[in-house]
């Protein structure tokens, strides 16, 4: 594994001053600011899952508590060859906002099979170089009787005794059995093995098709436990459009996710017989 | 005997097809592991129409298509079924426009349009539809052609 890291600041070949620079088996991960975190400290993901729950979520919250752009991830090996390009500016896939004490990192497109296992690793790694108490993962399970639940319930577990004890408060109730698949389910169990907190919220949600309802869920549980106020109106009156602007990234996360066979989700685990 | 043999020749139909897709999906995974990307696609069309998501699940005796269509009129909703497809068609409640991407500044958007194609055995004239308005969504249920 090849690494570099850089505790003064450098410029890239553009003269842009990169605070951080980490080479991380393909990937590299940089902050372009300097990052001073509040606590308790979160990390939270937008990587594109089922319904696009993280996706949206986290999104919503960028825009919401207006969170600065303090990095990125790139990679020459895993990411397609591609330059998002926002308000003018080139972009990478793989983007990181700041704002008090929380870090969000908000992905472009989905996450190919081949680069969940060093995405997953890079995460956890950079969770536990910066101090974060809890990075959070926001999940979609999908249900098939999605259309008759007005209200998608969440569920949530931890790989910390702190992180069970903030959503003991919250009073959800705790995912008990199941299967998790994708790039959330390496997290975890990465996250668990170096002893790093990560908190995973499951919502109900449409297997195939955007789910804002259930995204909208989900900040309802992140508004109380990063204690800020975040308006929901604008997104639920948008939550068509969004649906509406987001079937392309839906169409590839699915097909990703029919490849890592997330049908295991909807399977019982051999332990609950 | 008859029907035996018409089971056994779908059958050998049904184990081809399924042949062919497994190549398929390994021959997509081995360009994935090279190249760690997918095929990208784009469901805005020049003429002002869009591609809604869809889902086609299969049962014993049925095929239903699941079709997600934001921010459409239902009331507008247009289904036709020949041979073995199924046309969709549905107007939007407002027209779209994204000047700021110019690869399609110039379009209004106003239309869901997608054509689905169904195997032989669909009987697509006979479809019904449930409507879900809450959410935009609609299912087509498609019953199989019966087997003597």
Redesign the interface.
């Known amino acids: 594994m090849e690494k570099l890291l850089s505790q003064e600041p450098l410029y890239d070949i553009l003269g842009v001053i990169m605070y951080y620079t980490e080479e991380y088996d393909g990937l590299t991960i940089f902050e372009t600011k300097e990052i001073k975190l509040k606590t308790p400290s979160y990390l939270m993901l937008g990587l594109p899952d089922t319904g696009l729950v993280a996706s949206i979520s986290t999104s919503y919250i960028v825009d919401a508590l207006k969170m600065e752009e303090v990095g990125g991830v790139d990679s020459y090996r895993y990411f397609p060859p591609i330059t998002v390009i926002h308000n003018g500016e080139p972009k990478p896939p793989l983007r990181i906002f700041h704002k008090d004490n929380t870090l969000v990192m908000i992905s472009e497109i989905p996450i190919s099979p081949a680069a969940i296992h060093p995405i997953a690793f890079l995460i956890v790694d950079y969770a536990r170089k910066k101090g974060i108490d809890h990075i959070v993962s926001p999940v979609g399970i999908g249900v098939p009787n999605r259309v008759n639940i007005e209200k998608p319930s969440v569920y949530w577990t931890s790989t910390s005794k702190e992180g069970e004890e903030i959503m003991e408060k919250l009073g959800i109730k705790k995912f008990q059995e199941g299967f998790i698949v994708g790039p959330y389910a390496i997290i975890l169990k990465e996250a668990k093995r170096k002893r790093v907190s990560n908190i995973v919220l499951f919502a109900e949600a449409f297997v195939e098709f955007p789910d804002p309802a259930a995204a909208v869920e989900v900040l309802n549980v992140l508004s109380k436990m990063l204690n800020v106020q975040i308006n929901l109106k604008p997104l639920l009156e948008k939550a068509e459009e969004i649906r509406l602007k987001t079937r392309e990234l839906m169409l590839s996360t699915k097909k990703v996710l029919d490849r890592l066979r997330k049908g295991y989700e909807r399977q019982l685990p051999l332990m609950y017989v | 005997m008859f029907e035996s043999r018409r089971r056994k020749r779908r059958d050998i139909f049904e184990i081809i097809r399924e042949f062919e897709e497994e190549i398929e999906?390994e021959f997509?995974?081995i360009i994935?592991?090279f190249?760690?990307?997918?095929e990208?696609?784009?469901?805005w069309g020049s003429d002002g129409t869009?591609?809604?998501?869809i889902?086609v699940k299969e049962t014993d005796n049925k095929y239903v298509i699941?079709v997600?269509l934001?921010?459409a009129n239902l009331k507008t909703l247009s289904i036709t079924g020949k041979y073995n497809t199924v046309e969709i068609r549905c107007q939007l409640k407002k027209d779209?426009r994204l000047d700021r991407w110019i690869i399609q500044r110039q379009t209004t958007f106003r239309e869901y349009r997608k054509t689905v194609m169904l195997p032989e055995d669909a009987d697509v004239a006979k479809f019904q539809v449930r409507k879900?308005e809450?959410?935009?969504?609609i299912e087509i249920i498609v019953p199989k052609k019966f087997r003597l």
Not at chain 2, 40 to 43: D, E, F, G, I
Not at chain 2, 50 to 53: Q, R, V, Y
């Open positions: 999906r997509e995974e994935d592991r190249l760690g990307q997918y990208a696609k784009s469901m869009l591609e809604p998501l889902e699941i997600d934001p921010l779209i879900y809450n959410f935009s969504i």
